[in-house]
């Protein structure tokens, strides 16, 4: 079988999860669209396994690790997306945004700050 | 204890006094009064001990070479003379009456650690730039006379008034200082020493390149120090500090440094004819201005303040003739009884609860409340007035003497303008002198209104130095026949010409305020009534009582009566200086000259006009430039920045999938790039 | 690999290589599918087909075991696991125009460019290689256990370490200030939505 098949199919399936990641707003639409990117790299894996015939078999025994820990993964990234819900009552990703700077620092208070100071709640209206 | 070790000792002493003062006055207040007055007292015996070991025989030099600078060596040098030893006398012993005077004076106040420190420091400057033989040790001692003056003036710095007096105190005597560093510079170049003795010897052997101009820029320096026109205007205001530092630094000693040094260098001095002609000219306007405008003063140390920036022109006059043992003379003798005015007048002050003398004026028997101040101040002011046989007589005709004798022309190398110059002021300054010094007298003693109000007797330790003080007041004229051997051995006994003139003029001048304080006072003493005392040109005006503060609480301490006085004074009369008292005879005298007399003849708004106001307008466009155009360019790059992170901040907007948007994106970049790059150069 | 080439027509695909691709496609469809659902059950469904159809192409590609264990794990428990966090975070049953965030073009302009690039670096570098998936099955159960506990039994190991570490992690995650406070918060929306 040409090599060619499943890496391109690895790499559209990647960039199919990559896409989830970066546009869905859902954290565990998000997961799921992790859970495609690792698939993609597993299936990379076996195939490479299988045309180098590794005697060690890296590539198979790599990915039943990755799978296992895709699963804690995915336990902890659950668990943790529960508890943002639970303490945010949503669990949007656009939605959580303490990691922006507070328009309103102490040394933001410019002139140049006056425009973008309602910016973060027009996004918070448009997710509600 | 040879002389150069008590010499020594002498300026150590205090300064070593000083220094633990400032250490332990805080934590140990029992030691504060014995510091003060103990090492002051030692250096006062130590100075006479140096008198008497000198004993009028020639000058003593030891010098240790401070340390090789390459060009001009400075020498740690003590030189004693005559001059020296006698002035050493003087401020040891005027500055242990202040110490002491001060133990009572300043009994209560929680500042008097640090203020005795800083006398004992001054002492121990003074000292020093009277025993030094070098330049550089003596600039030493006269700067940390200045910084000393600027903190005791400001002693009392609650108020107004003493904190920019002693502002301007500094200031205007560093406004000479500075020519005068110039001065002692050109001088130690022209002369390769900054040794006295060693520029003494250079000027007779081989002269000056540029005595002029020396002699001008260290006359800068003496103006100022010795408040001579036109840089005096700070000694009047000085006033604002406490009576003891008045009597000390402006009246006997600091302020005859600057006529020391000249002394001291006047062979510089006397290689420049014009020189002498300008110093002539200083000291006559110095001398007669002051003369009015004592006249027209009513705060009484304001009066003697002006009366001090008279007598230094008597000796900065006595210099110009070129006869410095007239002036040292007077500088003793003005010591003395100057001392004992201040000291005076901080009782008078103290017994009236006020410091104007219009207020004084209309109070009855301050002379039997304070007969110890009554009787050594009426002596002080006749001596002030040069009346024979006080020891004022004999000095200032010693330098009246002088400028005759230039004037005739028999001094060699002397100017006979300069001598006329000297001799005509001096005269008429004697009229004024009498004549301010009696109204001094009968506006303060001879008082009619209420009685003034009782505080009990004054404390020993004031009363007792003003008898101290008396006897060199009433005895030290009798020395004048022994002195000119300490000095340069001219004769310092009167003649009969200047004798008979200046007691002349001055009984004259006497006489005259008399008159006008009679015309203003029809019965003075008889009728005790406040309506009637002020007998009146205009009788609205006469009859309001100037107000002091005389409602000072009885118990308190002299210094604290002083200060209310001086913050009282400017809102009861509307000026610091000058009072509308129409019963006053300097009004009278002085006519319309009296308003323009009362405010120094307005030398401070000419300064304002000529300094202050170019250098604010100065600053004012300093800062506009550095407002308008330096802050530009530095908030405009300050601008910049701040909104190139405002543009970058808009990125930071917290959406976690925007972030690794752009990382990834990057990272693809840097991908592709590798791979062309990878590709490229397989290729 | 240059006799494989020399034996292999890249226009003449023989049966696995049509199969693998026809898979491929409904593999990559589902995946779209999972990504661009609005009906956020539907994505997770679509996910269950997509990580079916990898689970096949395993088995093209020889490795039986991995598929078995991709079809357990991921099909059995990993999606039980979404669909219940779903629930849980009370996930709209109908379609949700709001499923896509605002930086949907930027996240395709990304993908997109990072599929073609990929794309192309893949095929330009293994457009001559060939798999040989005859003889001896690669990933039996038999072979994949024996390398697994014969040459990885280390990281197998540290894996199950890291596997308890997940599992107290998010049992940890899970109990918000410990105790029955937590556990009855985490209960009454459930229950509220039981009654409604």
């Known amino acids: ?128 | 204890m040879t002389l150069t070790t008590t010499a020594v000792l002498a300026p150590l002493l205090p300064f070593l006094g000083a220094v633990v003062g400032l250490l332990l006055g805080r934590r140990s207040p029992g030691f504060v009064r014995p510091l003060a007055v103990l090492p002051t007292l030692a250096a006062a015996v130590l100075t006479v001990a140096v008198a008497v070991g000198q004993g009028g025989g020639p000058a003593t030099d030891v010098a240790t070479r401070l340390t090789p600078t390459g060009s001009l060596p400075i020498d740690l040098a003590l030189h004693i003379d005559g001059f020296a030893a006698l002035i050493g006398v003087l401020v040891g012993v005027v500055a242990t009456c202040v110490q002491i005077y001060s133990t009572a004076y300043l009994r209560d106040d929680p500042r008097y650690p640090s203020y005795a420190a800083l006398v004992s420091l001054f002492t121990s400057a003074m000292l020093l730039v009277v025993y030094t033989g070098d330049l550089m040790v003596l600039l030493v001692g006269w700067e940390v006379m200045g910084i000393c003056s600027y903190f005791l003036v400001g002693h009392y710095w609650e108020t107004e008034a003493a904190r920019a007096a002693s502002l301007k105190a500094f200031l205007v005597t560093k406004l000479g200082d500075v020519p005068f560093l110039f001065g002692i510079f050109a001088l130690a170049a022209d002369a390769g020493t900054f040794r006295i003795t060693g520029i003494l010897g250079h000027v007779a052997r081989d002269g000056l390149h540029h005595p002029t101009l020396i002699a001008l820029l260290l006359l800068a320096g003496v103006a100022g120090k010795s408040a001579q026109f036109p840089l005096h205007t700070w000694l009047p205001d000085a006033m604002a500090g406490p009576t003891p530092v008045s009597a000390l630094i402006h009246a006997a000693t600091m302020v005859a440094a600057g006529v020391y040094v000249v002394a001291r260098l006047l062979p510089v001095f006397a290689a420049s004819a014009a020189a002498l002609v300008v110093l002539a000219v200083m000291a006559a306007v110095t001398m007669v201005g002051s003369a009015l405008a004592a006249l027209a003063q009513d705060d009484i140390k304001r009066v003697l303040a002006y009366s001090t920036v008279g007598q230094l022109g008597y000796m900065t006059g006595a210099l110009a003739v070129g006869d410095r043992g007239a002036a040292v003379f007077h500088l003793l003798s003005h010591g003395a009884f100057k001392a004992l005015l201040f000291l005076g007048a901080g009782v008078i002050i103290h017994a009236a609860g006020t410091n104007s003398l219009a207020a004084m004026s209309r109070m009855g028997g301050l002379a039997r409340r304070i007969p110890d101040a009554f009787w050594t101040v009426t002596v002080a002011l006749l001596a002030l007035a040069a009346i024979p046989p006080f020891a004022g007589f004999f000095s200032k005709e010693a330098v009246l003497g002088a400028a005759e004798h230039a004037a005739t022309g028999h001094a060699a190398g002397i100017p006979g303008a300069a001598g006329w110059t000297v001799l005509l002021s001096g005269l008429l300054t004697a009229l004024l002198t009498a004549a301010y010094a009696t109204r001094l007298w009968l506006l303060t003693f001879c008082g009619t209104g209420p009685e003034a109000p009782d505080h009990g007797p004054q404390p020993r330790a004031m009363t007792a130095v003003l008898w101290v003080l008396f006897l060199p007041t009433v005895g030290f004229g009798l020395t004048a026949t022994f002195l000119p051997a300490w000095f340069d051995g001219r004769s310092l006994t009167p003649t009969l010409t200047t004798s008979v003139l200046g007691t002349g003029v001055a009984l004259v001048g006497g006489l005259i305020t008399y008159a006008a304080w009679r015309h203003a006072h029809p019965s003075p003493g008889h009728r005790p009534s406040p309506s009637r005392s002020a007998a009146p040109p205009s009788p609205a005006l006469a009859t309001r009582t100037p107000l002091g503060a005389v409602a000072v609480a009885e118990d308190a301490t002299p210094a604290l009566a002083e200060e209310l006085a001086i913050v009282t004074h400017p809102p009861a009369y509307g000026d610091a200086a000058g009072a509308p008292d129409p019963a006053d005879p300097g009004r009278l005298l002085l006519g319309p000259l009296h308003r323009h007399a009362a405010a120094g003849f307005h030398l401070d708004a000419v300064y304002s006009a000529l300094f202050v106001r170019p250098v604010r307008a100065a600053a004012e466009l300093v800062r506009f430039l550095d407002r308008a155009v330096v802050d530009t360019y530095v908030s405009g790059a300050g601008t910049a920045p701040r909104w190139l992170g405002a543009a970058v901040r808009r990125a930071q907007t917290g959406n976690v999938q925007t972030y690794l948007g752009a990382l990834l994106a990057g990272a693809l970049v840097l991908g592709v790039a590798a791979v062309l790059v990878a590709t490229g150069t397989g290729a | 690999m240059t006799l494989a080439a020399a034996s292999h027509g890249f226009l003449s695909p023989t049966g696995v290589e049509i199969a693998f691709v026809l898979v491929g496609i409904a593999t990559l469809g589902a995946a779209l599918m999972t990504v661009g659902s609005r009906q956020l059950v539907h994505a997770a469904l679509w996910l269950v087909v997509a990580l079916g159809g990898i689970a096949v192409e395993y088995l093209l590609l020889t490795a039986e075991f991995i598929a078995w264990v991709q079809v357990l794990i991921y099909v059995g428990s990993v999606v039980v696991l979404l669909l219940f966090g779903l629930m849980l975070t009370k996930a709209p049953i109908g379609p949700s125009p709001d499923a896509d965030s605002g930086n949907r073009w930027v996240a395709l302009t990304v993908a997109g460019a990072a599929a073609a690039a990929l794309v192309w670096v893949v095929v330009d570098a293994f457009r001559a290689t060939w798999i040989d998936l005859d003889g001896a099955a690669q990933g039996s159960a038999e072979a994949a256990g024996r390398s697994l506990f014969r040459f990885w039994v280390l990281p197998f190991e540290a894996l199950s370490v890291l596997l308890l570490a997940a599992l107290v992690g998010a049992v940890a995650l899970s109990r918000r200030g410990g105790g029955a406070k937590g556990a009855a918060e985490t209960l009454a929306p459930a229950a509220r939505e039981g009654r409604l």
């Open chain 1, 1 to 128: 079988m040409h090599l060619a098949y499943p890496a391109v199919l690895a790499v559209l399936l990647f960039c199919t999860g990559l896409y989830g990641v970066l546009a869905r707003r859902n954290a565990i639409l998000v997961l799921m669209s992790v859970e495609l990117m690792l698939n993609a790299v597993n299936l990379n894996l076996v195939a490479f396994d299988v045309w180098l015939r590794d005697t060690l078999h890296a590539g198979q025994a790599l990915t039943l690790f990755t799978i296992a820990v895709a699963a804690a993964e995915i336990g902890i990234g659950l668990a943790i997306v529960l508890l943002v819900y639970r303490n945010r009552g949503s669990s949007d990703i656009d939605r959580l945004r303490d990691l922006a700077e507070r328009p309103s620092g102490p040394d933001g208070a410019g002139s140049a700050d006056a425009p973008r100071q309602p910016q973060p709640d027009t996004g918070a209206e448009a997710t509600a």
